[in-house]
């Protein structure tokens, strides 16, 4: 057992766990930020990617000591209160989710995706960018077209900034 | 996953005295291989020793005639690099073609190195450019380093601190990525050294891991051209047959990527 000390969706926790604990169990297990899934046993499915540092990673693929000291973002810290984040209103306005299972690892790795591309996001770079997440439902072209608008949405929301 | 006990040391020193201690030790860079084994418990190492903090494992510097990644530099990080697209581009493209963006950021040129996978795609820039692997005990050849599947010329607890790629006149690399894991089907690393030597180097396509192919090299050796691949014929003997391909489909796969490393080279 060892005690970790990070930074989860802003606020400072230290837990004691096994070191074995995936980052994705701490979350969802000690934390109880249930928000983020596990799809895959092959670190392939993206649907439990967060931010760490503010890089989309799969959390089922880091160690909870691996993340120590770092700042962690889960789906659940990204809207402004109930005003949801403009990555999270575009997969609402533009249908790019159905049963969900995929949705948070989809949104935390669109995030990172315009955070590095910018607004000179086109259709091509987004589909070859979300390599990491599998999404057995949409056919993705919904998530393409939520990831395309929310690019806009974004860079509308840091100009008012 | 298998109980294991986590450490993460500040200096190489550290991570070598600490997997001295431990009774069956294993070293993590990017943990994008060694976790998916250890949840499968095809490895259940008792302690797990984390070389990606030290700070004096990442880095990339362009020195004389050589370009230098150390060991625990993310592929996200030679992605990044302006001295790395400058001095040799096909090493940049390689890694933007290598996963995904997630495994990007925390997989290392080190840890594919050492683990030496028959499918992974720095092996072959290793061979082709002639890189030399260094450690925390000595530099060693990349054209000896690799040693088949899975198997490289590491000794127990040494730690690959380095890989120096000199510069090449030319290199590209061009690979048929499988479409759900992204490792190479077959991939082609073709180099031209700047006195004037042909090197070329394929992935996932030999039982054995990654292979030069001599056939290739003399070809263009005598005409640096893609067309000058157009008669070549690969043997197929030692090359890899499972449900994805042939080993004469690989063996065509050799040469088209070839062809095509050899257009991206210029
Ligand atoms: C979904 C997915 C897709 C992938 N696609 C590709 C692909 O297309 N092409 C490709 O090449 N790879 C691919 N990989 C593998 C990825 O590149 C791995 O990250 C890499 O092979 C290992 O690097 P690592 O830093 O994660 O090493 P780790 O998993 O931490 O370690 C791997 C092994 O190397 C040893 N090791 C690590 N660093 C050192 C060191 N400095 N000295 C000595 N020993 C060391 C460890 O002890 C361990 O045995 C993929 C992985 C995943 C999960
Ligand atoms: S659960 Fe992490 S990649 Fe599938
Ligand atoms: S919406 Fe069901 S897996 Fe993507």
Partial sequence: ?161 | MYETTYHRPSSVDEAAALFSKGSDSKYLAGGHTLLPVMKQRLASPSDVIDLGRIKELVGIDVSGDALTIKAATTYFDILQSAEAKKTIPAIVHLTSVLGDPQVRYRGTIGGSVANNDPAADFPAAVLALGATIKTNKRTIAGDGFFKGLFSTALEDGEIITAISFPIPAKAGYSKMRHPASRFALTGVFVAQTKAGEVRVAATGASQNGVMRVPVIEAALKANWSAGALDNVTIPTDGLLADIHGSSAYRANLIKVMAQRAVAAAG
């Fill in chain 1, 1 to 161: 057992m060892s005690t970790i000390k990070l930074t989860v969706n802003g606020k400072a926790v230290s837990v004691e766990v096994e070191d074995r604990t995936l980052l994705v169990h701490l979350l969802r297990e000690t934390l109880n930020l249930t928000g983020t899934h596990v799809g895959c046993d092959t670190s392939q499915c993206g649907a439990c990617v967060v931010h760490i540092d503010g890089q989309a990673v799969k959390s089922c693929t880091v160690l909870a000591g691996q993340a120590a000291g770092a700042n962690v973002t889960t789906i659940e810290g990204i809207s402004k209160g109930d005003e949801l984040h403009p990555m999270q209103a575009a997969f609402r306005d533009n249908h790019g989710l159905q049963c969900g299972y995929c949705t948070p690892g989809m949104i935390m790795s669109s995030i990172d995706i315009v955070n590095r591309h910018g607004g000179k996001l086109d259709e091509e770079t987004v589909r070859h960018e979300l390599e990491g997440n599998i999404c057995r439902c949409t056919g993705y072209h919904n998530i393409v077209k939520s990831v395309l608008d929310a690019a806009g949405r974004m860079k509308v929301a840091q100009a008012a900034e």
